[in-house]
C-alpha cells in the first residue's frame, strides 16, 4: 500500500491545521492508521492511532484535546486534525499503516507502510 500525506505548513501559535493522508495500492482494507511525527534531532514519535472501524482511536498525551484523528474508508483517506497548535508541534508529520493492528500501538516498526511526511512549521 502506497500512502501519501499533505496538509503541513506554516501556521502561529493557536491555528490550526488537518493534515491528510491518501491510501492506494493493494487492497487497501482492514488497516490501522497511525500519525507519528520528527522533530530536528529527536525521535519518531508516536501522535494518535485509529483502527479500521474508525471507532477506536489513540492519542499521546501531547495530542490528547488538541488533536483529532479520523478515517473515510470510502475515501481511502485519513485526518489528522490539529487544533490551538503549539511551537513544539513543530516536526515532520507521517501517516503510517499496518494491517490487522486491533490495538493501541505507539512503535514505529509496527507500522510497516509510510507516507513521505509533511512539514508543520508552528510559530511563536
Known amino acids: 500500500v502506497q500512502l501519501q500525506a499533505s496538509g503541513g505548513g506554516l501556521v502561529q501559535a493557536g491555528g490550526s491545521l488537518r493534515l491528510s493522508c491518501a491510501a492506494s495500492?493493494?487492497?487497501?482494507?482492514?488497516?490501522?492508521m497511525g500519525w507519528f511525527r520528527q522533530a530536528p534531532g529527536n525521535e519518531r514519535e508516536f501522535v494518535a492511532a485509529v483502527l479500521w472501524s474508525g471507532r477506536i482511536t489513540y492519542y499521546a498525551d501531547s495530542a490528547k484535546g488538541r488533536f483529532t484523528i479520523s478515517r473515510d474508508n470510502a475515501k481511502k483517506m485519513g485526518y489528522l486534525q490539529m487544533n490551538s497548535l503549539k511551537p513544539e508541534d513543530t516536526a515532520v508529520y507521517y501517516c503510517a499503516a499496518s494491517f490487522g493492528l486491533a490495538s493501541r500501538e505507539e512503535t514505529p516498526s509496527a507500522y510497516p507502510y509510510w507516507g513521505q511526511g509533511t512539514l508543520v512549521t508552528v510559530s511563536s
Open positions: 495500492g493493494r487492497t487497501v482494507s482492514n488497516y490501522a
